[in-house]
């Protein structure tokens, strides 16, 4: 059975970083377009960011350019996302996901498989 497996979530003061990992089981994602998805309490699933299969193009939402960085490692399997300069209102479950639909998808039903998150959350 495909799936994603998130990690690396974790508390931790605003200003502070954290690196989140999903790795993929019974699925390569290096046949994915890998994108980030955060929930917040009592908010809808937003969209964070996004790297083509190749790693050769990103899109970010205007809320994380700058501070958010995506990378994948396709012959681990792995695809990470790096939180620098952490807010309080970065806090949120992540997920990850992956998508076959086009090179930078950044709508939820785009995406195929998802993981089941990872909680972040960013003390002030």
């Known amino acids: 059975q495909a799936q994603l497996i998130e990690s690396g979530g974790g508390l931790v003061q605003a200003g502070g970083s954290l690196r989140l990992s999903c790795t993929g089981s019974g699925l390569r994602v290096s046949d994915y377009a890998m994108g980030w998805f955060r929930q917040a309490p009592g908010k809808g699933r937003e969209f964070v960011g996004v790297i083509s299969w190749s790693s050769l193009s990103s899109e970010y939402a205007e809320s994380v350019k700058g501070r958010f960085t995506i990378s994948r490692d396709n012959a681990k399997n792995l695809v990470s996302l790096e939180l620098n300069s952490l807010k309080p209102e970065d806090t949120a479950v992540y997920h990850c996901?992956?998508?076959?639909?086009?090179?930078?998808?950044?709508?939820?039903?785009?995406?195929?498989?998802w993981g089941q998150g990872t909680q972040v959350t960013v003390s002030s």
């Open positions: 996901a992956a998508g076959s639909r086009r090179l930078l998808p950044n709508e939820e039903d785009e995406y195929d498989y």
